[in-house]
Each structure stands twice: as C-alpha cells, then as structure tokens.
C-alpha cells in the first residue's frame, strides 16, 4: 500500500496498513492534507488547520508504531480526523461557525474527542457547519458556503455539511459529526456516506443536548468504519444521567451477520403532507425491493405526527442555544437572533410541557417497532440537495413566522427520532440521472444498533456503492 492508496481508502484499512508499517501515520496525514490543499477551495470543507500540530501528532503515533506490539495499538492508531466546528478540543479554538464567537482556544475537550483520542485518532483540522447548526446545511457568514463534492452548484446538507464534503472529496477517510434534527444523516443522503446517528445516552457527553437529542458520530465511507468507531467511542459513563444499556458484543461483530427474516415497515409518503421527490421515492422502493429479494416482509407503513409536534421540538432546539457561552449574540447572524429571542421569551413551564409533549410523542411511536415491524426504511430526506446558499438566503429572509421550508423538507424524516431516541442510519444506496447521491434511512427500536448494523451491513452487499466517485 503506498501514499496514492490513502485517498478513497477506509479508516479500518488505513489502521491496518499502519499496523503492518506498510504506511505511516506521517504518510496518512500528508495525503490528507494534500487532498485539502487541492479541493478545499473547491468545496470550503475545512475551515481551520493547525498542520504543524497534526504532523508531531503524526510522528508521535509513527513512534509508537515501532515500540508498541501491533496487538496493543488502538483500533484507530494513526488515522487522521476532522473535527467539526461546533465541539471543542482542548488547545484549539472553537467558532461555531459565528463572527460572535468568544475568542482564545478551549480549556476542555467535549467527551467524544476524548474517546476519539484514545481509539488512536490523529486530530486533523476542523470542518465547517452553519452558525451554532440549527440549519440543514453547512452555509455560514464567517465561512461562507460549502460545496458538494458530487455537484458544487448543491449543497451538502448540514449541519455536518463540512464533515460530509471533506469524506467525499477524500480529504479524509471518515470525519467527526452530530445530529441533534438530522445533521449526520443529511450529509451522509447529500454526499454518498454511511451516517448513523445513535441512541440517546449511547455515546457519553457532559451534558444533555436538545434534551439528549443532540448526539455524536462520524460520517464514513461503509457500515464497518461506522461500526468500529461506535465501539470505540460508546460506552457506560458514570457521570452521566443517562446511558443506553450496553450492547451484548462489540459492534464491529455484527458486521456481515445475518440479520434474519424481519418485517420491513416503508415510509412513501412525508409528513406534515409535504411532496416527496421521485428520486428519493426511487431510492426507498429500490431499498424495499432489495429487501423482499433478501427474504423479508417489507409493507407500506404511515408515518404521522402530531400538530404539537413541530413547536415542541422547536422550543427544544431554540434553547439549545444555551450550549454556547461567551458569545456575542449582537454579531451572530438573523435567524440566530430570532431563535435567541424565541428561546427567551418561553417560560420554564411552557417548556417543560413541550419537554413532556416530546416524551408522549416517543411512547406511541416507539411501540411500533417489535408490534407492526421490526425496521422502519424510509427516504433520508423528502428533497433532493438544495443549491449552495439557496438556504441560507432563506433562513435570513425568514420573518419568524414559520421554519424554513427547505430545512423543514430536509429534517422532516429524521428529526423525530432524535427525540425518540432512537438510532437511525441514512446510507447511500440511490443515485440520480444526474449523479447525486439520495440516501436511505433505516431506523430501529429503541437501542438496537446492533440490528440496525446487521441489516445496514446486508443492505450494502446487496446494493454497493464503494465504486462510485464524486467528479471533484
């Protein structure tokens, strides 16, 4: 394996190329950063850098190569990884995406970055997402638009539109990411990857997020980079209020296993009666019939949801603007200002009754899952990719009356399972006339990634994808 075999390559296999010495991290991490010297001006995926920090990081980890057993070295030893523009690590500085932002670089890193250190990551750049990432896109005033690797004229989705753009133009193997409405599985729809966005509680944090609805994850390339990070970053936390029970047996196991005859519930229709692209009804029939072939149940299901929905979920997501210290909200742009103002004029009983209205929501629609089916399959999302700044233009227009309509069409298939709790996984098994990416979304029961990565991993031998590059 030699330096021209970095690009497209998985994270699994760089590790595994780094513990037979036949790469070095050194080697990885320059490519990677080759990669971003040609395309980032290109797309604008990356948004800061640090290379002299990064390569000592490199060197370090190509020391250890040489003393430490290959057996003993962690799972990641040596792969370069982005980190996105809202979470901090300890020593850099963190934007948010936002002139406002409180200048100096954090005293702490947030948990996942902790675990990703420890699983042997070497931390490389940050990428960029909209101004505190409530939008659907990685469009802000401080960085400006970043671009599909698959088409420049179309967005990448967001909030983890940075992470998505630099795996997909090969920057980087696989790149940090969250979801707190649809922000890993977005991207992962718009730019071809494999997005999971895990259980409430399952990857440990400082805190609860858009009430444990803001997760942590990564965006990769396949289902078993997806399935080694979450082993590597998951885990029981005694700090913490809430974790997920722990799985039977590592997640990177249920790889390749058969799965089962399961019945498949298919979502054809959208809620709140928005219209569904015929590209992304394309890519959940082609799904369905590719799981009637492989011997399970597949029917059509509805998925409806309640009128108080939406402001519930809003109130939510509007005061998770408390997550943000320092800041100066005079030079954070419109819409985060009407959000502010939003948040601030609830009182504390009116969101707690949101807060419950959520938790009903979840108890109805969880009991569907093991009672009509075992999965849900639906489109990620109900649109195709949007322009590059058709949304951000949107969200700044916005009088306050009402959310984005393309946003809304966007997150209206993903953010309820983030206040479900449930994991969810957009794959890119779809592709249009034009060539661009339309994922697929599977959703399971509560707490079952393990089944999620059976089927997930079943899905992408019947329907590959890893031939297909974006034209950037």
Same mark, same amino acid.
């Given at each position: 394996?030699?330096?021209?075999d970095?690009?497209?390559?998985?994270?699994?296999?760089?590790?595994?190329?780094?513990?037979?010495?036949?790469?070095?991290?050194?080697?990885?991490?320059?490519?990677?950063?080759?990669?971003v010297?040609?395309?980032?001006?290109?797309?604008?995926? *990356? *948004?800061?850098r640090?290379?002299?920090?990064?390569?000592?990081?490199? #060197?370090?980890?190509?020391?250890a190569?040489?003393?430490?057993?290959?057996?003993d070295l962690?799972?990641?030893?040596?792969?370069?990884?982005?980190?996105?523009?809202?979470?901090?690590?300890a020593?850099w500085?963190?934007t948010?995406?936002?002139?406002?932002?409180?200048?100096?670089?954090?005293?702490?890193?947030?948990?996942?970055?902790?675990?990703?250190?420890?699983?042997?990551?070497?931390?490389?750049?940050?990428?960029?997402?909209p101004?505190?990432?409530?939008?659907?896109?990685?469009?802000?005033?401080?960085?400006g638009?970043?671009?599909?690797?698959?088409n420049?004229?179309?967005?990448?989705?967001?909030?983890?539109?940075?992470?998505?753009?630099?795996?997909?133009?090969?920057?980087?193997? %696989?790149?940090?990411?969250?979801?707190?409405?649809?922000?890993?599985?977005?991207?992962?729809?718009?730019?071809?990857?494999?997005g999971?966005?895990v259980?409430?509680?399952?990857?440990?944090?400082?805190?609860?997020s858009?009430?444990?609805?803001s997760?942590?994850g990564?965006v990769?390339?396949? *289902? $078993?980079?997806?399935?080694?990070?979450?082993?590597?970053?998951?885990?029981?936390?005694?700090g913490?209020?809430y974790? $997920?029970?722990?799985p039977v047996?590592?997640?990177?196991?249920?790889?390749?296993?058969?799965?089962?005859? %399961?019945?498949i519930? %298919?979502?054809?229709?959208?809620?709140?009666?928005?219209?569904?692209?015929?590209d992304?009804?394309?890519?959940?029939?082609?799904?369905?019939?590719?799981?009637?072939?492989?011997?399970?149940?597949?029917?059509i299901?509805?998925?409806?949801?309640?009128?108080?929905?939406? $402001?519930?979920?809003?109130?939510?997501?509007?005061?998770? %603007?408390?997550?943000?210290?320092?800041?100066?909200?005079?030079?954070?742009?419109?819409?985060?200002? #009407?959000?502010?103002?939003?948040?601030a004029?609830?009182?504390?009983?009116?969101?707690?009754?949101?807060?419950?209205?959520?938790?009903?929501?979840?108890?109805s629609?969880?009991?569907?899952?093991?009672?009509?089916?075992?999965l849900?399959?639906?489109?990620t999302?109900?649109?195709?990719?949007?322009?590059?700044?058709?949304?951000?233009?949107?969200?700044?227009?916005?009088?306050?009356?009402?959310?984005?309509?393309?946003v809304?069409?966007m997150?209206?298939?993903?953010?309820?399972?983030?206040?479900?709790?449930?994991? $969810?996984?957009?794959?890119?098994?779809?592709?249009?006339?034009?060539?661009?990416?339309?994922?697929?979304?599977v959703v399971?029961?509560?707490?079952d990634?393990?089944l999620?990565?059976?089927?997930?991993?079943?899905?992408?031998?019947?329907?590959?994808?890893?031939?297909?590059?974006?034209?950037v």
């Amino acid at each position: 394996m030699g330096n021209t075999d970095v690009v497209g390559a998985s994270a699994l296999s760089l590790a595994a190329a780094i513990r037979e010495r036949a790469l070095s991290p050194v080697e990885v991490l320059d490519a990677c950063l080759e990669r971003v010297d040609s395309l980032n001006g290109q797309v604008n995926a *990356v *948004v800061w850098r640090d290379d002299d920090e990064a390569r000592r990081k490199a #060197r370090d980890a190509a020391d250890a190569v040489l003393r430490v057993d290959p057996a003993d070295l962690p799972a990641f030893h040596g792969v370069p990884i982005p980190i996105k523009d809202l979470t901090p690590v300890a020593g850099w500085p963190v934007t948010y995406g936002s002139w406002g932002a409180p200048a100096g670089r954090s005293d702490e890193s947030a948990l996942v970055v902790d675990a990703f250190k420890r699983a042997g990551f070497v931390l490389a750049s940050r990428t960029n997402t909209p101004e505190f990432g409530p939008i659907t896109v990685a469009e802000n005033d401080r960085y400006g638009l970043t671009r599909n690797p698959w088409n420049r004229d179309l967005t990448p989705g967001g909030s983890s539109g940075g992470a998505g753009a630099a795996v997909a133009s090969g920057m980087f193997p %696989l790149a940090h990411a969250n979801d707190g409405g649809g922000s890993i599985r977005i991207p992962a729809s718009c730019c071809g990857l494999v997005g999971l966005k895990v259980s409430r509680g399952r990857v440990p944090a400082h805190y609860n997020s858009w009430e444990g609805g803001s997760v942590e994850g990564v965006v990769t390339r396949d *289902v $078993a980079d997806t399935a080694a990070v979450l082993d590597a970053i998951s885990g029981f936390d005694r700090g913490q209020w809430y974790n $997920a029970p722990p799985p039977v047996r590592p997640y990177s196991i249920e790889v390749g296993v058969d799965p089962g005859s %399961l019945r498949i519930g %298919l979502i054809e229709t959208s809620p709140f009666g928005l219209p569904m692209a015929i590209d992304c009804l394309d890519a959940v029939r082609g799904v369905g019939t590719a799981l009637e072939k492989l011997g399970h149940q597949v029917s059509i299901v509805e998925f409806e949801v309640p009128d108080d929905f939406l $402001a519930s979920f809003m109130s939510v997501v509007n005061s998770g %603007l408390a997550d943000y210290q320092e800041i100066d909200w005079d030079r954070t742009e419109p819409h985060i200002r #009407r959000a502010r103002s939003a948040a601030a004029a609830i009182d504390s009983l009116t969101y707690v009754d949101a807060v419950h209205r959520l938790q009903r929501f979840t108890r109805s629609m969880v009991a569907r899952w093991g009672g009509e089916f075992d999965l849900l399959v639906s489109p990620t999302m109900t649109i195709t990719p949007p322009k590059s700044g058709e949304i951000l233009a949107e969200v700044h227009a916005n009088d306050g009356s009402g959310p984005s309509l393309k946003v809304f069409q966007m997150a209206a298939l993903t953010a309820g399972f983030n206040m479900t709790g449930q994991p $969810a996984i957009s794959l890119p098994t779809h592709m249009t006339a034009g060539g661009v990416p339309v994922g697929v979304q599977v959703v399971a029961g509560p707490w079952d990634e393990a089944l999620l990565i059976r089927i997930a991993s079943q899905i992408e031998q019947a329907l590959p994808w890893s031939d297909r590059t974006p034209p950037v």
